[in-house]
């Protein structure tokens, strides 16, 4: 069992920074792989970037590549989300999700891939 707890999130101008935490507790090992989604009101979950925990490949949406930044600290297990020139449109509350075992790499992307999930933190970017 693995319980993820996110963090960092708040309001933010646009062209701001912010940098997401998520902790995670219970078992994580070198098969599994954090990502971060994102969920705005009327639209789907959507991916953003993973993190492999075994080699710390990364993996990220075309139209993030850039401004978002995955990292790990497997000492702390904790995953981090650095976010920047943020948007209006990134208004959204942010997930960590965990993956047992890690996705192929065309798997990261998909949200079923992910058995554990964090409870979301808010991020609101005003104009």
């Known amino acids: 069992q693995v319980h993820l707890v996110e963090s960092g999130g708040g309001l933010v101008q646009a062209g701001g920074s912010l940098r997401l935490s998520c902790a995670a507790s219970?078992?994580?090992?070198?098969?599994?792989?954090m990502s971060w989604f994102r969920r705005t009101p009327g639209r789907e979950r959507e991916f953003l970037a993973g993190i492999s925990w075994s080699d710390g490949s990364t993996y990220y949406v075309d139209f993030e590549k850039g401004r978002f930044t995955v990292s790990r600290d497997n000492a702390k297990n904790t995953v981090y989300l650095q976010m920047n020139n943020l948007k209006p449109d990134d208004t959204a509350i942010y997930y960590c999700?965990?993956?047992?075992?890690?996705?192929?790499?065309?798997?990261?992307?998909?949200?079923?891939?992910?058995?554990?999930w964090g409870q979301g933190t808010q991020v609101t970017v005003s104009s």
């Open positions: 999700a965990a993956a047992h075992p890690e996705p192929y790499t065309g798997g990261y992307y998909y949200s079923s891939n992910y058995a554990y």
């Open positions: 219970g078992r994580i090992d070198s098969n599994d792989a």
